[in-house]
């Protein structure tokens, strides 16, 4: 029998779709300047690659886990729900950037926005969650 999904949010980044266009725009200004080059390939490539592996953080809420999926999905990160001891919205300093990133508070998992709810584990260790729906995603992880 298939858990049943109680939470399911994707957040998008405006400044890496910002980011994209701008180097998509450079992209094209260079080509348009002086044709294919090597090092346009490579940066082409290099955007396009950071923009489908950062271009989303989706959260999932099971009766079981949290399911959390960068991008595509080739980053992605499962917490058992019976592993966690407590739960609360925090918010991040903004020199803790965006990403997957170490803080003084444990591991944080980010796309944008300094709001996040931070898991403490039975030992003590902390996680945080980046998102732009925090009093919802805690609510659903208190039940």
Same mark, same amino acid.
Do not use: C
């Given at each position: 029998?298939?858990?049943?999904?109680?939470?399911?949010?994707?957040?998008?980044?405006?400044?890496?779709?910002?980011?994209?266009?701008?180097?998509?725009?450079?992209?094209?200004?260079?080509?348009?300047?002086?044709?294919?080059?090597?090092?346009?390939?490579?940066?082409?490539?290099?955007?396009?690659?950071?923009?489908?592996?950062?271009?989303?953080?989706?959260?999932?809420?099971?009766?079981?886990? /949290?399911?959390?999926?960068? $991008?595509?999905?080739?980053?992605?990160? #499962?917490? &058992?729900? +019976?592993?966690?001891?407590? *739960?609360? =919205?925090?918010?991040?300093?903004?020199?803790?950037?965006?990403?997957?990133?170490?803080?003084?508070?444990?591991?944080?998992?980010?796309?944008?926005?300094?709001?996040?709810?931070? /898991?403490?584990?039975?030992? $003590?260790?902390?996680?945080?969650?980046? #998102?732009? &729906?925090? +009093?919802?995603?805690?609510? *659903?992880? =208190?039940?």
């Amino acid at each position: 029998m298939p858990e049943i999904t109680r939470y399911k949010h994707r957040q998008s980044p405006v400044w890496l779709i910002l980011i994209f266009v701008l180097a998509l725009g450079a992209t094209a200004f260079a080509y348009l300047s002086q044709g294919w080059h090597v090092s346009l390939v490579f940066v082409l490539v290099f955007v396009v690659s950071i923009g489908l592996l950062f271009s989303g953080l989706t959260v999932e809420v099971t009766e079981s886990s /949290i399911k959390l999926s960068f $991008g595509i999905g080739l980053i992605h990160r #499962t917490i &058992e729900r +019976d592993q966690i001891e407590s *739960v609360k =919205k925090v918010r991040n300093s903004w020199w803790y950037g965006f990403g997957i990133r170490y803080t003084p508070h444990g591991w944080m998992w980010n796309i944008a926005g300094l709001d996040a709810i931070e /898991i403490t584990y039975p030992n $003590g260790d902390k996680f945080r969650i980046g #998102t732009d &729906e925090p +009093d919802k995603l805690l609510q *659903v992880l =208190k039940e």
